[in-house]
């Protein structure tokens, strides 16, 4: 690990503890107005921003005439799409996704197919290639796909790093839609992805959602979250920020990646590292796109959603560090998009300040700021939790229960207080620790149903 993010790392965890413990002492009770203002702002302004749809200059419906692409040769004008599969040690889950992609509408006319399938075996031990292959000759897709295999010996570790087996260059597709092994799509996925690319947009995310989202609590607060993200990112796009990727069902057109230089392997976060280097780039920002949905597996335990928060958290500071001072000085952004990532990346150092507050509260026993940081915090998500599904039911003519809401809304702030502990662990770590870059692999079983 490079020594500049090390102390770029412990700068900011004891810098943010110190602000914490200051603001114990100093400000006490005058900081609970200032961040409450903040709040109800927050929520105001992302709230009412959520509700307007996003941009679809010049919709079009599916089959989308753009250009001539070779996954479906002889494909015509049909818009055509390079899907990637990274994949290690998922036989059990990949079979269902290769029906799911069997089964895509986005076709010509005279029934051309309009994508091609890559799995990127990363190192499998499960029969994960073979799975694909004899998932595909059973749905009549065996001429559509292709097995990359990675292997060798101290390969860095990662989706990204397994992402760079599939370069733009080996794609034939017009765009590159990235999906996880145990993701779940409709058969109209590729349609409304290729609907929002002929009206010009280069850069789109799938709306990730949860199967099985009544299966737990843990369950149902991961699928909330996600309906919350969605809000808060639909927000972004239309205030002019720099919305981005979300890591199942990443959308570029492949000139897009291959001006900056494909797939990072030492991205420990391939969603956030790449949304940064198109924006600065070419001041690209990344469409949400709701009507394309991917369904994906929940976490199942708490421990394992831990280890997938650290990662998170790490990644996120990583991009942070790494591309921030560059995002905010691009000439190819607006001021807008420049300060909504300097205020998206910045509540990553409230959680340093809240730790620092409440070691404020305990040792001087002056509680006033770590409940003003740590109860705005829980108020901010619970307050835009309810915004978004109270506009976004579980499913469409349904009708909103305020009760239930409330308890749901409730839920998922409390959930989020996760990233209270996940960001100054990972900060720990990012400081303290040698060696390469650890993925922390989520485990998965197989089958479920979506909400």
Same mark, same amino acid.
């Given at each position: 690990?490079?020594a ?6 412990a700068?900011l ?9 200051a ?7 005058r900081?609970l107005p200032?961040v409450a ?5 927050g929520?105001v302004?992302?709230g ?6 996003p941009g ?6 599916a089959?989308?005439?753009v250009r001539?692409?070779r996954?479906?040769e002889?494909a015509?004008?049909?818009l055509t799409f390079s899907?990637?599969?990274p994949?290690r040690?998922?036989?059990v ?6 029906a ?10 005279d ?5 091609e ?5 990363d190192?499998?031990?499960d029969g ?7 998932a595909?000759?059973a ?8 097995v990359?295999?990675r292997?060798?010996p101290?390969?860095?570790?990662g989706?990204g790093a397994?992402?760079?087996a599939?370069?733009?260059?080996a794609c034939?597709?017009?765009?590159i839609?990235?999906l996880?092994?145990?993701a779940r799509?409709g058969?109209a996925?590729?349609s409304?992805?290729?609907?929002h690319a002929?009206?010009?947009h ?6 990730r959602?949860?199967?099985?989202p009544?299966s737990?609590?843990?369950?149902r607060?991961?699928?909330d979250?996600?309906t919350?993200d969605?809000t808060?990112?639909l927000a972004?796009?239309?205030l ?6 979300r ?6 057109r492949?000139e897009l ?13 391939e969603d ?6 198109i924006a600065i780039?070419?001041g690209? #920002? ?7 949905e991917?369904?994906e597996?929940p ?12 990662r998170?958290?790490e990644?996120?500071?990583r #991009?942070s560090?790494e ?9 190819a952004?607006?001021?807008a998009a420049?300060?909504?990532f300097?205020?998206y990346a910045?509540q990553?150092?409230?959680p340093p300040?809240a730790l620092g507050?409440?070691?404020g509260a305990l040792?001087l026993?002056?509680?006033?700021a770590s409940?003003?940081f740590i109860?705005?915090y829980l108020?901010?998500g619970?307050g835009l939790?309810?915004?978004a599904?109270?506009?976004?039911p579980?499913a ?9 809401g409330?308890?749901r809304a409730?839920?998922v702030g409390?959930f989020?207080?996760?990233w209270l502990?996940a960001v100054?662990?990972a900060l720990?770590?990012?400081?303290t620790?040698?060696?390469?870059i ?5 485990a ?6 979506r909400?």
């Amino acid at each position: 690990m490079p020594a500049p993010l090390q102390l770029v790392s412990a700068g900011l965890l004891a810098g943010g503890v110190l602000a914490g413990f200051a603001s114990a002492a100093v400000a006490g009770r005058r900081l609970l107005p200032v961040v409450a203002l903040g709040v109800v702002g927050g929520i105001v302004l992302i709230g009412r921003a959520s509700r307007r749809p996003p941009g679809r200059r010049g919709l079009v419906s599916a089959p989308v005439p753009v250009r001539t692409g070779r996954p479906g040769e002889p494909a015509g004008d049909l818009l055509t799409f390079s899907i990637l599969v990274p994949a290690r040690d998922e036989a059990v889950v990949l079979p269902a996704l290769v029906a799911d992609i069997a089964r895509q509408d986005h076709r010509g006319a005279d029934g051309t197919v309009g994508w091609e399938l890559i799995v990127i075996d990363d190192r499998s031990i499960d029969g994960t290639a073979g799975a694909a292959l004899a998932a595909a000759a059973a749905h009549g897709i065996a001429d559509r796909i292709r097995v990359v295999r990675r292997d060798g010996p101290d390969l860095p570790d990662g989706k990204g790093a397994a992402l760079t087996a599939a370069p733009p260059a080996a794609c034939g597709g017009d765009f590159i839609v990235v999906l996880d092994a145990d993701a779940r799509i409709g058969p109209a996925f590729l349609s409304r992805l290729a609907a929002h690319a002929a009206a010009g947009h280069d850069a789109l995310t799938a709306r990730r959602r949860i199967l099985d989202p009544d299966s737990s609590l843990l369950a149902r607060c991961q699928a909330d979250e996600q309906t919350l993200d969605g809000t808060i990112q639909l927000a972004r796009w239309n205030l002019g920020g720099c919305s981005e990727f979300r890591g199942d069902g990443i959308v570029i057109r492949r000139e897009l990646l291959a001006a900056v230089d494909g797939w990072r392997a030492g991205a420990l976060t391939e969603d956030l590292d790449l949304s940064s280097r198109i924006a600065i780039a070419r001041g690209t #920002r990344v469409l949400w796109a709701g009507d394309a949905e991917a369904w994906e597996e929940p976490v199942r335990t708490w421990s394992a959603l831990w280890r997938q928060r650290l990662r998170w958290a790490e990644g996120a500071l990583r #991009r942070s560090i790494e591309h921030g001072p560059a995002q905010l000085r691009s000439p190819a952004l607006a001021p807008a998009a420049r300060l909504d990532f300097a205020l998206y990346a910045g509540q990553l150092a409230v959680p340093p300040i809240a730790l620092g507050a409440l070691g404020g509260a305990l040792i001087l026993r002056r509680p006033w700021a770590s409940v003003s940081f740590i109860g705005g915090y829980l108020a901010f998500g619970t307050g835009l939790a309810w915004e978004a599904l109270r506009l976004e039911p579980d499913a469409p003519g349904t009708v909103f229960d305020p009760a239930q809401g409330l308890r749901r809304a409730l839920a998922v702030g409390l959930f989020n207080a996760i990233w209270l502990a996940a960001v100054p662990g990972a900060l720990l770590r990012l400081a303290t620790r040698r060696g390469p870059i650890e993925y922390a692999k989520m485990a998965h079983v197989g089958g479920g149903d979506r909400g």
